[in-house]
């Protein structure tokens, strides 16, 4: 894991400098030491090319230990919006900022909603359509460990704001919490 760290790093730092024209880049270095990847549900593994890897470091092969020669980490994929990434390792969750804007909206247009505004006055303050207002509305009575996954970005990959607008607010927060497939 720290040699592929490593070459990362180096990767960045070479990305951050113009490369000259026939230069052997990083990528050209992992392509070249990459034999085989295999991608499994929540784990990825590289094996890397004993010969190969013996001749970057200028050892023979039968030196490296074969536990270099596999190299496996965890990954979860990320969406933030439309966009969906493959993050290597246990990196710390990241809210999705359209969700939790969404959320908070929701809240504040419920709070007016009970101090007794109209879903046309609401609409008309904030330049949005009444069936906007609505069907986002309905987002602030999610069941709370649904917003709290949200705030704290830990909600399934497939939760996204789309998805909730277009299947609706189940009304029972159990029913929501199987629907979106927060069940542990």
């Known amino acids: 894991m720290d040699l592929m760290r490593g070459l990362r790093d180096e990767q960045a730092s070479d990305a951050a400098q113009p490369s000259e024209p026939g230069s052997s880049t990083r990528d050209d270095l992992l392509r070249c030491l990459a034999a085989s990847g295999q991608v499994s549900p929540g784990r990825l593994s590289l094996l890397i090319d004993a010969g190969a890897l013996a001749a970057v470091l200028g050892v023979p092969a039968t030196d490296l230990a074969p536990a270099l020669l596999c190299v496996t980490t965890p990954f979860t994929l990320r ?59 309905r987002l602030a009575f999610l069941a709370p460990a649904i917003q709290g996954a949200i705030l704290a970005g830990t909600q399934p990959v497939h939760l996204t704001l789309e998805r909730l607008v277009r299947s609706g607010v189940p009304l029972g927060w159990d029913e929501q919490v199987r629907s979106y497939g927060m069940m542990d």
């Open 79 to 137: 969406r933030r919006g439309v966009e969906l990434r493959l993050v290597a390792g246990t990196p710390e969750p990241e809210p999705d900022s359209s969700l939790v804007t969404a959320l908070v909206r929701a809240h504040t247009w419920v709070a007016r909603l009970r101090q007794g505004a109209s879903l046309a006055e609401i609409a008309a303050s904030v330049g949005l359509s009444e069936s906007y207002i609505a069907s986002r509305a």
